[in-house]
């Protein structure tokens, strides 16, 4: 609408108590900057002194670091030319949303490496304020309503059918923004194996491909790896799934503290690098790897001095299903882990040396799956190699941005780079030819 649309309505699958989806349970987006000048902007602060402890001696986060950190976590099977294109656009795109009345706040206890400045009331507060900004504007939310099928008629237009009061309903321009398939559990195991069937969600249910399926069904060209997703290290108590408004209780069941301890499995093994990159650059990969663990579960272990120097997040010490042991062996006990073998991988490891320790047991979360449809840098989708006109995607929907890894907080800025875009072209195609929806 700030486009010029005049009609424009959202057709969310979730009810209105529960809409948001996964991005109301995040709160960090990774952007370029050239200065801490941006940063004291978008907390609306004059203290220099707040913004040089935030930026912890950095000068700039350029978008060739930026690109570095990307390709090197994600792995080489991406669109790299769509990735440089969203990290050029980052920056404006976080100062558009500021302009449009999004806001952040500094990070609380960052850990190493962390985005220095997260939404202010997070993920939740992002979508909070944009569905109420999206209505003042005169945008209509139709919740409660499932898309099934997409047809095109005969004169171009999209004909969009599903279960709710929002259908069916024509429209000149079509922009999906569903999310993966990571909600259909026969997809799961369909894409990315069996061990992913009943695998737990740290994100919401309502993902199911659908939208994702009827636009390939009409053409659309699948990308991305459809046999990875993104998944985390988590609180062995995590839930089936979380819903919109459960933000803080996402938040304390993350365990990303993992580089400043160890992680074994129930062989007292480890089967994972946790010092090869910063903690938001590997996690992801990680999550990944703890299903592959004999009973799908892992445990973080952490001595003395970690504990002593106040390093770890208050949700690891209360934990109830944490231990803290007078030695390896009674911890290795307590959890079922093999004796010897953890008391041989301690006594190789100087990062753990001093009791008493903590033993967090961790699972994997998994948020979204990273196959999806092939877009230009405009969000355009594409069919047959070339745009579908009036056809556009957004958020975790896209394929291509993703192989192997994730670096923290670019599935939120990949979203409002893209979705800037399409709402652009969405709106300049319509009005050309009638009504958006």
């Not at 953890?342 to 967090?360: D, K, S």
Request: hydrophobic content about 40%; glycine content about 12%.
């Amino acid at each position: 609408m700030q486009a010029g649309a005049t009609a424009v309505a959202v057709v969310d699958a979730a009810p209105e108590k529960l809409r948001g989806g996964n991005s109301s349970l995040t709160k960090s987006m990774r952007f370029s900057w050239r200065d801490s000048a941006h940063l004291a902007r978008l907390l609306r602060t004059s203290d220099t002194g707040l913004v040089e402890e935030l930026v912890a001696g950095r000068s700039e986060y350029a978008n060739e670091q930026y690109l570095d950190d990307w390709l090197r976590v994600s792995g080489s099977q991406v669109n790299t030319a769509l990735i440089a294109s969203i990290i050029g656009r980052s920056a404006s795109a976080i100062t558009w949303m500021y302009e449009s009345g999004q806001r952040w706040e500094p990070r609380k206890n960052p850990l190493p490496g962390d985005v220095p400045v997260v939404l202010e009331g997070g993920g939740q507060g992002l979508q909070d304020r944009n569905f109420e900004q999206f209505e003042q504007l005169g945008g209509r939310v139709f919740h409660d309503s499932a898309l099934t099928d997409i047809e095109v008629t005969v004169d171009g237009m999209y004909h969009i059918k599903g279960v709710g009061p929002a259908f069916p309903a024509t429209c000149a321009a079509l922009v999906l923004a569903s999310g993966g398939f990571e909600g259909n559990e026969r997809m799961r195991e369909r894409y990315l194996g069996e061990s992913w069937r009943d695998v737990k969600l740290r994100g919401v249910p309502f993902n199911k491909g659908v939208p994702l399926m009827a636009a390939i069904a009409i053409g659309a060209d699948k990308a991305g790896n459809w046999a990875k997703c993104h998944a985390t290290p988590q609180g062995i108590l995590l839930p089936n799934h979380m819903l919109p408004g459960q933000m803080q209780e996402s938040h304390a069941l993350a365990r990303y503290a993992y580089p400043r301890g160890i992680v074994v499995n129930r062989n007292g093994l480890r089967f994972f690098d946790e010092a090869a990159d910063y903690g938001n650059l590997t996690y992801v990969t990680l999550g990944q790897k703890i299903l592959e663990q004999p009973g799908k579960v892992a445990f973080q272990i952490f001595d003395k001095a970690v504990l002593d120097a106040d390093l770890l997040p208050k949700s690891y010490l209360e934990d109830p299903a944490s231990v803290v042991a007078a030695s390896i062996e009674d911890g290795a006990r307590r959890l079922f882990i093999d004796v010897e073998n953890l008391v041989e991988t301690v006594r190789a490891h100087p990062r753990v040396g001093t009791p008493p320790y903590l033993f967090v047991p961790v699972v994997c979360g998994l948020t979204f799956t990273y196959g999806g449809l092939s877009v230009s840098p405009n969000a355009e989708v594409y069919g047959g190699g070339r745009p579908m006109i009036g056809l556009y995607a957004v958020g975790e929907i896209v394929g291509g941005l993703y192989d192997q890894g994730y670096p923290a907080g670019t599935g939120l800025t990949a979203g409002a780079v893209l979705g800037r875009a399409a709402g652009a072209s969405a709106a300049t195609y319509a009005m050309k030819i009638g009504e958006l929806l």
